[in-house]
């Protein structure tokens, strides 16, 4: 349901498809965010043995306001809540990385998907640019301790061309307008500082296209 209409809307692009065409295990793919539709555009940019075996991080807080909401939200708005959080659930297989409380759970939950063989994706900006750019210092530092812990190969993926979609309210786009591209593949040594670590994803992820 959800690839063939973002395939549709977006006209996409794939450029880099070298560097994931031959993935040999699971890695831990990092990407800039700009809409809330980004994830669908890397799973259609993926081989398809990769696409069915991805879990997605998402904001921990806001999955947990959807499944428990706080004691004053209306019955519409939890109706509608509990509705997004099992849709999300059903058509991507996320899990919560939270950003102030739980990272033990989370990062433990995404050691178990790598030893089950499937590959993560994160976006460590955490919110989605306002503008679309990426500004240098906006990846978090968890990234750099999961990175650190998980200790797999990483690959950045950058998303191109969605700002000027958001800004202008299209909702489809020209062809080649939108690009998702994949970078090769990065290792850290185990004593690389973590906030070394978010920095160069970062720049790497920056750099590509």
Known sequence: II???????SRMRVEGRGHVKNLAGPVL????????????????GLPT????RLVIAME????????HPPAKT???????WL??????????????????????ESFAYAG?????????????????????????GTFKSGIGILAQQLNVSIVPVKLDGLYELKRRRQYFAAPGMVRVIFGAQVTFESDTKTSEIAHELQKRVAQLG
């Open 83 to 104: 509705a997004q959080y099992f849709l999300v659930n059903v058509f991507f297989h996320v899990f919560p990385l939270p950003k102030e409380s739980g990272f033990r």
């Open 74 to 80: 209306s019955l519409f708005r939890r109706l509608r």
């Open 49 to 52: 043995n990769l696409r069915h």
């Open 29 to 44: 793919f990092v990407a800039n965010h700009v809409t809330a539709g980004d994830h669908a555009l890397i799973l259609a």
């Open 3 to 9: 690839l063939p209409i973002t395939r549709v809307m």
């Open 60 to 67: 921990g807080e806001v999955l947990r306001n959807w499944l």
């Open 112 to 136: 178990e998907c790598l030893d089950r063989g499937e590959s993560l994706l994160v976006f460590p900006e955490g919110v989605r640019a306002p503008r679309g750019q990426m500004q240098m």
